[in-house]
C-alpha cells in the first residue's frame, strides 16, 4: 500500500495549492538570503522542492542550486518554469539522496517535514541534510507551529477553482494535522480524494531531533518577518543552524 505522500503530490495538488506564488516565494528567499549570509555562486540544496518556487527564487539570487523532490508531477511543473535552467532537478526520496554533499546550505520549506509515522525516519532526513552540508554549511527547516495549527484549524472549508470543487476537511489525531481533500469535477461529478498527514512536532522535540542527527541549531523564527519564535503566537517553527 502506497503512502499519502506517494499519492498527493501529483497533478491535482497543482489545484489545490494553486494560491502559492513565486512572488511570495521570491520574498521569503530575500529573507532567508539574509539568514544564511551565503556568498554569490554558494552552493544550496532545496529538499523537496516541490513545484521549483524556492528553487527557482534561490537561482536568480546568484546560487548554483539543486532541487529534490519525490514527485514526478511537480518536478514536471519545476522544469516547465522559466529559468528552469539554471537549476538541476532531482527526483528522489529525502532519507536517501543519490549526492555526495559539499553544499554550503540546505533549505526544507513549506513544512516538508513530519510525513513519516517512525521518528527515526525524520531523523534520517536530518542525517541526511548533516551529510550534504560542509562542514559550516548552514541549513533552515521551515515547519508549522503545533500550538498556531491547533488553535486555528478550520475543521471545514470548500472552494471552486475552474471546472473542480474542493473540499477540505481538517483534524488533529494521535498526534498529527490530518486533512482530507475531495476534488469533484463539474463535468462529470467524478471525486478525486486525498489524505495528507504532518507529525505535530513541538519545538522541544525537534532541537532533540535537530541535535540527534548531529546538527546546531542556531536560532527559531516565528515566519519570515519575524525575527523571534512565540510559542503561542507564531505561525511557523523556522529552525536555522549550521553543521558544525
Known amino acids: 500500500m502506497s503512502e499519502w505522500y506517494e499519492e498527493s503530490f501529483g497533478e491535482d495538488y497543482l489545484i489545490v495549492y494553486k494560491h502559492r506564488d513565486f512572488g511570495g516565494a521570491r520574498r521569503e528567499v530575500e529573507q ?3 539568514w544564511l549570509n551565503l556568498p554569490s555562486g554558494a552552493k544550496v540544496l532545496d529538499l523537496c522542492c516541490g513545484m521549483g518556487r524556492h528553487s527557482l527564487a534561490l537561482a536568480e539570487a546568484g546560487y548554483e542550486v539543486t532541487g529534490v523532490d519525490l514527485s514526478e508531477a511537480l518536478l514536471r511543473e519545476a522544469r516547465s518554469q522559466n529559468g528552469a535552467e539554471q537549476v538541476t532537478w532531482i527526483h528522489s526520496d529525502m532519507r536517501e539522496l543519490p549526492l555526495a554533499g ?27 541534510i548533516y551529510r550534504m552540508l560542509k562542514p559550516e554549511g548552514k541549513f533552515i527547516i521551515d515547519f508549522l507551529n503545533p500550538a498556531h495549527v491547533i488553535r486555528h484549524l478550520v475543521p471545514h472549508s470548500t472552494r471552486e477553482d475552474g471546472e473542480n470543487l474542493i473540499d477540505e476537511s481538517r ?13 469533484t469535477s463539474k463535468i462529470d461529478g467524478t471525486p478525486r480524494l486525498y489524505h495528507e498527514r504532518v507529525k505535530l512536532y513541538p519545538r522541544e522535540k525537534f532541537q ?18 519575524e525575527e523571534s519564535y512565540d510559542a503561542e503566537n507564531s505561525r511557523r517553527m523556522i529552525f536555522c543552524g549550521a553543521r558544525p
Open 32 to 34: 532567508m538570503i539574509g
Open 102 to 128: 559539499g553544499f554550503d546550505a540546505v533549505v526544507n520549506l513549506f513544512t516538508s517535514f513530519g510525513y513519516f509515522e517512525e521518528d527515526k525516519d525524520q531523523v534520517k532526513v536530518l542525517r541526511e
Open 171 to 183: 483534524r488533529i489525531k494521535d498526534g498529527y494535522v490530518m486533512k482530507d481533500i475531495i476534488l
Open 208 to 225: 532533540e531531533m535537530i541535535a540527534e542527527a548531529g546538527l546546531q541549531l542556531k536560532e527559531v523564527h516565528g515566519g519570515y518577518e
